[in-house]
């Protein structure tokens, strides 16, 4: 690889001792490999990616080239993907392959193709740049059929086809992901076949859906990309209709959001309760949406079942923990963040700060050396101990055994 390579700047150590030792593995084999797509765009961006992605032309035996290159196969695909660890480092691979698509939003029919034909099926002229690196000194060599560099400089997003978006669906979900991660802006003639296509949302299976949503949420800008599609698709197509509270959207931006630990989650619960609940329940198939997703959602009618009893006045703290308790917590962390329930901030705020992980200090095992027969009763009263914490009548171990005395005595 040449020295004096303008790419190689952007390259950490370990990616470019990758790249060395691919290149000089596949040498003598007749393959070819290329960088591409995101790696590519990234270089060109200034910014140093994240991962590599790789192309290779002239073979598809996933385990020879492994061996080739002495890394193992972690993940493969039925599309000539593979993820190979390679000295600890998870590397994303593709045979070249050329792509058609009999019936628009299905997977396609894939086979064997070159890799100027693989450039051709991708999704955005950014992404859709390679860079030999088979060859010594050919590391600097663009292939850039489509003029993505160009388009990268004036950060646009186009479309290599009018019917890329037919074709497969997700790319306009990618779209916006993008859009939000560059701040790039869709180019014209691009912009008007988005509009055309949107409806081809609802052709997109719920697992394809979910995927790409998913992927939004993970993004530290996911709340950019969701208001520039409410602001492209009147008809919301994305979610039946549904219209979006759009201020609730940019509260994804709070520093509280980032911070947390599942934050793609906390973002979804502001999504869900930025929905009109009446539009939820079809979101659900729309999406299948599984486990904690699901929980989310499930939790959003939740609250909406219990936000008059949460506000009654004088509700012992024991209430409001039964009550708060089944509510999944990224809801109501959601809660505090967005406009629009106010009415139970102050209860919610008392739930998370003072309730939720207040607990007993005695065991069942302990009640039973007190003197307390095993059997239901030892629930009954773990529990009674429970509520009488929450409500501020014991405190202590102490209080807790006397609790115990004293209702063990009254039996
Ligand atoms: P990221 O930085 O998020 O990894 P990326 O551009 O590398 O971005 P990937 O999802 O990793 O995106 O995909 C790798 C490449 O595969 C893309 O750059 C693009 O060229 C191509 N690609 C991915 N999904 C599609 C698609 N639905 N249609 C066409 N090409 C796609
Ligand atoms: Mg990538």
Known sequence: MSQSNPFKKKLSEQHLKIINSVESAVKTTGMSVY????????????????DLDFLIEGSSDTQYFANL???????ESQFGTFKIDFEGEIVDFAFSRQE???????????????????????DFTMNSIAIAVG???????????????????????KILHDKSFQDDPTRILRLFRYSGRLGFTVEDSTKNILIRDLHMLDILSPDRLRNELQLILNEDTAHLSLKEYVNYDQKMYLFDGAKINVANLIK??????????FSEKLKFAILALSTPIELLDGCISKFNFQSDWLDIIDSVFELQNVRKNLIEPGIRNSDLFALLNKINENVLKACLIIDGFSDVKDVI??????????????SGKDLIQ????????????????????????????DDEKDFVRKIFNKN
């Open 135 to 157: 060859e010594d000194g050919e590391f600097s060599t663009l292939i850039d059929p489509f003029d993505g560099e160009n388009d990268i400089r004036e950060k646009k997003i």
């Open 69 to 75: 290159i002495g890394g193992t196969i972690l993940q």
């Open 252 to 261: 994804m931006d709070d520093e509280k959001v980032k911070s947390s630990k």
């Open 370 to 397: 007190l003197g307390v027969p095993e059997g239901p009763n030892i629930g009954k009263i773990l529990n009674e101990l429970h509520v009488a914490k929450l409500n501020g009548i014991i405190f202590s171990l």
């Open 100 to 122: 058609s698509y009999p019936t628009p939003g299905q997977l396609p029919i894939v086979e064997k193709g070159t890799f100027r034909q693989d450039l051709h099926r991708r």
């Open 35 to 50: 960088l591409v797509g995101g790696t590519v765009r990234d270089i060109l961006l200034n910014r140093s990616p994240l």
């Open 349 to 362: 705020l008392i739930y998370l700060n003072d309730l939720e992980n207040l607990s007993i200090q005695l």
